[in-house]
């Protein structure tokens, strides 16, 4: 039986991919803002409506030099429903992490928990794109006007969201991009800073860059978060394909919703499937009893889904103390995250959805 895990890169043909390392091989120049990395940005602006993007090594690095780049110092309200690179991005650039619970539906940060976790040392809030369903983005950068914060999104899944007619990624000050080998656009490892301000472009290249600034003096603390060309070269052309895998995708998604919808133990995350990217296809179920039935069952047939993000990481106490969040600890207990991925048959998705069902 061939294993179904939850994911799986999606990748250009092996043909496709050597063409432009011929040119890599050709040129001998391997990193340091080469052609093809100046080239996969163009196109990543171009295709997500977006004015100033800088990939980066990978998404931790770009959390990390969003609030480096804002000056942050302080605390950083985020949720606790996120992967830990969130929260050890804010630690590692030596602010605090204050957690805000989240909406128990669109499993995003509740705006309305972020507003009595303010305090005069909160300097940023750092919410996430949950699954890529994009955060009340209006009310967020509302709040942190009123309180003079910047904002930062964690847009690591949210790749091609548009909500309310505008990419989600050029909300707030700066959105950080993941392109890790389990996204739906995918470099190997890589990432991005968008950015709406061209100095803070500017500010972030720079960082990534050593501290170098364009005539290579050094004008300031940097690191080292520079994409290769062999990574660029892998993210032009999964963007080739990217259309054809967000098609599957959607279909994919939509045919899981349609054999689970209706059944009185299972719940989607709620979204506007116009701004959803079906990046991830989490389930949420009635109880962790339920959810633990299911997955062993699936374990049992080789299916390996993903507890996607359990445990929550307000309690992940060898960085943190711990502080209650009930709802994302209670989400966290009884959501997981199906298989969804570009070659897996309507027959896997028909099988999954049979033995999640007859398990409940
Ligand atoms: N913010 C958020 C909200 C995030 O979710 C993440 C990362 C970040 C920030 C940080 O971005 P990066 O610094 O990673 O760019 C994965 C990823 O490592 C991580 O990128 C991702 N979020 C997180 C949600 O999931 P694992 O622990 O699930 O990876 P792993 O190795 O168990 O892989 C899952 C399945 O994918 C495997 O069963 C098989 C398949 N797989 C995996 C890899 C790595 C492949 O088929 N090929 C592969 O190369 O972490």
């Known amino acids: 039986m061939t294993p179904l895990y939850v994911t799986q890169p999606s990748l250009a043909t092996l043909e496709r991919y050597s063409e432009l390392l011929g040119g890599v091989w050709e040129r001998g120049i391997l990193t340091h803002n080469g052609p093809l990395v100046q080239r996969l940005e163009k196109e990543l602006q171009a295709r997500l409506g977006v004015r100033h993007l800088a990939t980066v090594t990978n998404g931790t690095i770009a959390l990390q030099l969003a609030i480096r780049a804002l000056g942050l110092k302080g605390e950083i309200i985020t949720t606790p429903f996120t992967w830990v690179a969130t929260v050890s991005a804010i630690l590692w650039e030596g602010c605090r992490p204050v957690f805000a619970d989240i909406d128990p539906e669109t499993l995003n940060i509740d705006p309305e928990c ?13 919410p996430v794109h949950v699954y890529g369903n994009p ?9 942190a006007r009123r309180h003079g914060l910047k904002v930062i999104y964690d847009g690591a899944h949210a790749f091609d969201v548009r909500y309310r007619g505008a990419p989600v990624v050029e909300e707030g000050d700066v959105t950080a991009l993941s392109f890790h080998a389990t996204k739906l656009f995918n470099t190997g490892e890589g990432g991005a800073c968008v950015s709406t301000d061209p100095e803070l472009d500017e500010r972030i290249r720079r960082l990534r860059f050593f501290g170098h600034n364009t005539k290579k003096d050094v004008v300031e603390v940097g690191l080292n978060g ?29 045919q899981y919703r349609a054999l689970f919808r209706g059944h009185p133990d299972l719940r989607f995350q709620k979204h506007d499937p116009e701004a959803y990217n079906d990046s991830y296809f989490p389930l949420i179920f009635r109880d962790e009893e339920q959810l633990l039935r299911v997955e062993r069952a699936l374990n049992d047939e080789q299916i390996f889904p993903r ?32 298989p969804l991925y570009r070659n897996l048959t309507q027959e896997d998705i028909t099988r999954i959805a049979d033995i999640v069902l007859e398990h409940l």
Request: hydrophobic share 45%.
């Open 114 to 126: 972020i507003e009595e976790k303010i305090t005069r040392d909160t300097v940023a809030i750092l």
């Open 135 to 143: 955060c009340d983005t209006v009310t967020i950068g509302d709040i």
């Open 226 to 254: 520079k994409m290769t060309e062999i990574h660029a070269a892998l993210g032009l052309v999964n963007l080739e394909i990217a259309d054809a895998v967000a098609a599957k995708r959607h279909h994919d998604a939509g």
């Open 307 to 338: 507890r996607y993000f359990y445990p929550t990481v307000n309690t992940l106490n060898a960085i943190l103390p711990y502080v209650a969040m009930p709802i994302a600890e209670d989400i966290s207990r009884r959501i997981c995250c199906l």
